[in-house]
Structure formats: C-alpha cells, structure tokens
C-alpha cells in the first residue's frame, strides 16, 4: 500500500478498508507519511466524509497509537461523560463525584479551556494544591481509593490525534463531522470504559451552534462508541445562555460546591443529576434510568457526593477544606458591579460573548499559551426570563488586571438583552440519543 493510493481513494470518493486508515493512521504518527500527505487525506475526508465503519476504523487506529488503560481490576464498572464543552459548564465536578458516591469508578480524562469555553483541568486547579497530572500509576491508586480520579490529557493517550489535530488546525480541516467525532472519542475509548454519556451542546455558546450540527455530531459518536462495543447515549443540551450562575475558575468551584451542599442554581444542579443518572444507568449500576436518577438524588440529599469531592480532593494534593469553606479558593483584588440601563425581562444572554468577556478578564485562554488567572470570571445574578429594574445589577465581575476591563464590560453590556417580554423558556435537555 502507498500513502498516495489511500488518499486518491477517499478523493474520489471510495471507502477505505480498516488496514489502509490504520495503515495512514500509524505511518503519519510514526513519521514515515508526511504531513503534506497527511494534510491531503484530512482534506479528502472533509470534503467526501466517510462512512460508519471508516469512522469506528480512524478512531480504534488513532486509539490504538497510545495507551489504552486497562482498568479490569476495578471492582465495579467504569463509566464517564463527555461534554463538546460550553459556558460556564462546571457539570463534570458535580457529576463525577455524584456517580462515584452512588456506586461506579469515574476515569476522567479532561481538557484545559479554549477561547470562550472553559476546561475541567483549569477549574480542578483553582483549587490550592490540586495536581490533574498525576502519573498513570497514582491515577489507578485513586481510583482505587476512592472511585474517581481526575487528570489531563497524557502524552501516552491517542497521540495521532494530537498531532493530526495540529495539522487540523493550519489546514481547515477541522470542522469536519468524522475527524471531530474520531478524535473525541479515540481519546474518551482509551479510558478503559464500560460506558459513556455524551453531553453534545448546541446554542450560542457551543462549539456547534446548530441543532442539526450537533445532532449530527451527536449521532456520529454514538456510533463509534457503540461501534467499539461501548455504552454509549448522547443528550443534546441548551448552551445559549451560561449553564449556572459562574464563569471563572474558582468561581465555578464554589458554585460546584454549593450544588453539592445542595445550595446550587437549579439548571445547573439539574443538569449535574441527570448526567450523573445516564452514567449509572449505562454502567448498569441502577435498574433503569429512574431508579438511576433516585440513586443520585440520594447521593446529594446525603452529602455523599460532596464528601467523595472532598475525598479526590484531598487524594490528589489539594486543600480539601475548601470544601466547608469556599473562602480558601483565590479570590480577586476586586468587583464591579455592571448594572441594567432598562427595566422589563432578561430576554437574551449572548454566551459566547460572556465566554469571552470571562477569557478578556483572565479567566480562559486567548491561545493554548496564555496563561489564565484562577480568581477572575462573573458571576450572573439575572438569567433569560428573571425580571430586571433599572439601576439593578446583572452581573459581578471579579477583577484582577483592569487592562482590558473596559473591552469585557462593552462585551457584557452588548451580550444581555433587556426586553418587556422574554421567550419561553427553552428546555435544558433538548433531545436524548438512545437507540
Ligand atoms: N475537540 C476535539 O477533541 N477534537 C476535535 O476535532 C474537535 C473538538
């Protein structure tokens, strides 16, 4: 087989073989095909996509480049979720903690934030001492101690992905359905999971902004997952306002805690249950998604969920105090109050625009070099539909560097829309892909 052949196949549109996309696959990561012809292939597969099984075959051979974890030993299923990723979407603390407390071990392998979305990793440290790169060796420990462990992306894990993504990047190929669906989960199959939940945003503030996108996207990975003999199913949730009332890292550990004392906004606090339910009922731990969802009702009524967060916490170097007091996570030098110029209901919050207000502030990351302040973000007191008087303040914002104050205050006033009338409300869950 020749590079050149693979790639003048899917340019004419045939499908390809498993043994030529793992073929391609191994000699890019290898080196032995070069990025120029890699380059060629992803812009095949962009303009001709590919089929079911080519999809299962590029993801099991990007996979199969780095380590899968065999977790086997773990006395009880492995389950995780996945979310495309949003505003102020802190579900994953939440839910993590839930799931483990309720009965099932929790590999969680995350992500760092990106332009207007936030990542799990930059969140877990805010909190003082937290370490997300934990060798894979004290990874298997925690879990082992206290069904979950929480870390980053492992150059071990998929590196086709890694590299082919960068190339992805500088030749306008990413925003392709089958290499999007494939490096997602050639990263989330090498887990060592039963069972998975994907959590696909659509909206504003999603990475697919289109529901038809993101059910595409959607049932593409449903497909793949199931396709590697997994458990997998897919809600498609509302991402056109911030999901809670945080965006910023410490920020929405508090607020993380606050919902596992119970205390937290009702979406957010919702949507952190229903995750966590999906996760048990896929992993077989519950019989049936109802008794699921009353599996991890009790896990929060009972504070088991906040003291397994307390527990990995502590397992993996943080303080775990700040569980008991939110006062220990960093805090910003100030906050500014920004304030409705009308009176009537907030019908509209622009959330990408509040991502990037959250990323102006300091809180997320303008390149994959920047460096993000643990302490800054805002805090929403109104959400769509919440009556507003003049004068009244829609948001905090918690301020470090003033430097580009101005520029994210101008966002944020731009991003909230005041009306005498809102829209009815949208529901969270906007579709479930069961079967
Ligand atoms: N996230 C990924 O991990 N890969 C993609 O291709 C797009 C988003």
């Not at 004419?12 to 696959?25: K, M, Q, Y």
């Amino acid at each position: 087989v020749r590079a050149v052949d693979i790639i003048q196949k899917k340019r004419d549109g045939h499908e390809l073989g498993r043994d030529e996309i793992a073929f391609f696959v191994d000699g890019y990561t290898r080196g032995s095909i070069p990025d120029y012809q890699a380059s060629a292939f992803a812009m095949a597969v962009f303009f001709r996509g590919m089929t079911a099984a080519e999809t299962v075959a590029l993801t099991e051979s990007m996979m199969r480049t780095g380590e899968v974890l065999d977790l086997s030993d773990l006395p009880g299923p492995r389950v995780d979720k996945h979310s495309t990723g949003g505003v102020g979407d802190k579900t994953s603390l939440i839910l993590a903690p839930l799931a483990a407390a309720a009965g099932a071990f929790v590999p969680m392998i995350s992500g760092r934030g990106l332009g207007h979305t936030g990542g799990t990793l930059d969140k877990l440290e805010s909190i003082p001492g937290f370490r997300v790169s934990l060798s894979l060796k004290e990874f298997r420990e925690t879990l082992h101690k206290c069904g979950l462990g929480l870390i980053g992306q492992t150059p071990e894990i998929a590196p086709a992905d890694r590299k082919l993504y960068a190339l992805r990047d500088v030749t306008a190929t990413v925003e392709s359905l089958p290499l999007i669906a494939s490096s997602i989960m050639s990263k989330k199959m090498a887990e060592g999971i039963d069972a998975l939940i994907l959590d696909v945003k659509t909206g504003d503030g999603a990475f697919m902004k289109k529901f038809e996108d993101s059910k595409a996207l959607a049932e593409a990975m449903v497909r793949i997952g199931r396709g590697m003999g997994k458990k997998v199913s897919a809600l498609i949730t509302d991402m056109e306002q911030p999901l809670g009332r945080t965006v910023g890292n410490a920020l929405e550990v508090k607020e993380s805690v606050e919902t596992l004392q119970g205390r937290g906004p009702k979406d957010l606090e919702s949507l952190s249950l229903e995750l966590a339910a999906w996760m048990l009922h896929l992993a077989g731990i519950a019989p049936g998604l109802d008794a699921a969802r009353t599996r991890v009702r009790d896990a929060l009524a009972s504070g088991a969920g906040l003291r397994k967060f307390q527990e990995v916490i502590e397992l993996q170097g943080g303080d775990p105090r700040v569980c008991d007091d939110t006062s220990r996570l960093p805090q910003a030098r100030e906050t500014v109050e920004l304030r409705s110029e009308a009176e009537g209901r907030v019908a509209g919050i622009a959330c990408r625009t509040v991502g990037q207000a959250g990323m102006l502030l300091g809180a997320g990351r303008e390149t994959v070099d920047s460096r993000i302040d643990p302490a800054v973000g805002i805090v929403l007191h109104k959400k769509v539909g919440d009556p507003v008087r003049e004068g009244e303040s829609l948001m905090t914002l918690h301020v470090d560097d003033r430097g580009r104050l101005e520029e994210a205050t101008r966002l944020l006033r731009q991003a909230v829309r005041v009306a005498r009338e809102a829209p009815p409300a949208t529901p969270l869950v906007r579709l479930v892909l069961d079967r």
